[in-house]
Every structure is written in C-alpha cells, then in structure tokens.
C-alpha cells in the first residue's frame, strides 16, 4: 500500500536563541532616532504683544488680524532697529546698548510726531514692566 501522505519531516529548533518579546516593557528597548526640532526662522512679538496689552490696558481685545498686523509692523520696525543699532555700534566702538541708544535709534527710525510717542510709551512701557517685576 502506497502512503497518500508524504513523509513527515522534522526541523530541529535550538533552544539557544530567545524568542522576541511583544511586550512593551522589553529590558533591552530598541533605541528610538530623534530628530531636533527645526528651529523657525521667523521671530514673533505676539506674546509681547499680549503682556503689554494686559499690562497697560487689560480691559482692550484684540483680534487674530489685528494681533497679525501689529506683529508684523514690530517685525519692521525691529528690522529697522537693528540696522540703526549696528551703525550706532560701529560708530561708539560698544558692543552694549544702553537706553539713551535705543531712543536716539527710536527717533532715527520714526517719522514726526510719532517719534515723540514712542518715545514716551517706551518709556511708560519700561516703568511699568518695572513696577510688575519689583
């Protein structure tokens, strides 16, 4: 009689290797690659932007579009800053700025009358965020 069924065959398994684990708490954990975070290229003011607000005149909302637009206006003027600031270094031969440079740099950046009411909010500005941190 003739077998229908092949012959069985068996494989030898070795007892030597583990077998892997499932499980998530595994002594030896397979390292995970991290990548840094990309830093934005892009500075934003909105977070100044919100604690002056809250500090000066609490009771005053903005909106998104608006808090957009201001953000993007001290984007400018900053720019502008920097500029009048490395002049105002080159020429003084100090790498340290004090506040008498940064409003002689506000009053070279800012046209007329506005000038002038920058000057007097920074410095409104400064006495108060000295007042909140004493």
């Given at each position: 009689m003739m077998d229908i069924f092949p012959q069985e065959t068996y494989i030898k398994v070795e007892d030597d290797e583990?077998?892997?684990?499932?499980?998530?708490?595994?002594?030896?954990?397979?390292?995970r690659v991290r990548r840094k975070k990309q830093r934005?290229?892009?500075?934003?003011?909105?977070?100044y932007i919100?604690?002056?607000k809250k500090i000066v005149s609490p009771d005053i909302k903005l909106s998104?579009?608006?808090?957009e637009g201001l953000d993007n206006l001290l984007s400018n003027v900053y720019q502008m800053y920097c500029s009048e600031f490395q002049l105002l270094s080159s020429h003084t031969k100090?790498?340290?700025?004090?506040?008498?440079?940064?409003e002689s740099a506000t009053k070279l950046c800012m046209p007329g009358n506005l000038k002038n009411k920058a000057v007097n909010?920074?410095?409104r500005c400064v006495f108060?965020?000295?007042?909140?941190n004493s």
């Amino acid at each position: 009689m003739m077998d229908i069924f092949p012959q069985e065959t068996y494989i030898k398994v070795e007892d030597d290797e583990p077998i892997p684990s499932t499980s998530t708490h595994d002594s030896n954990p397979v390292q995970r690659v991290r990548r840094k975070k990309q830093r934005r290229e892009e500075l934003s003011f909105k977070p100044y932007i919100l604690r002056m607000k809250k500090i000066v005149s609490p009771d005053i909302k903005l909106s998104s579009i608006a808090l957009e637009g201001l953000d993007n206006l001290l984007s400018n003027v900053y720019q502008m800053y920097c500029s009048e600031f490395q002049l105002l270094s080159s020429h003084t031969k100090i790498k340290t700025l004090s506040d008498k440079d940064v409003e002689s740099a506000t009053k070279l950046c800012m046209p007329g009358n506005l000038k002038n009411k920058a000057v007097n909010n920074g410095r409104r500005c400064v006495f108060l965020q000295e007042m909140q941190n004493s």
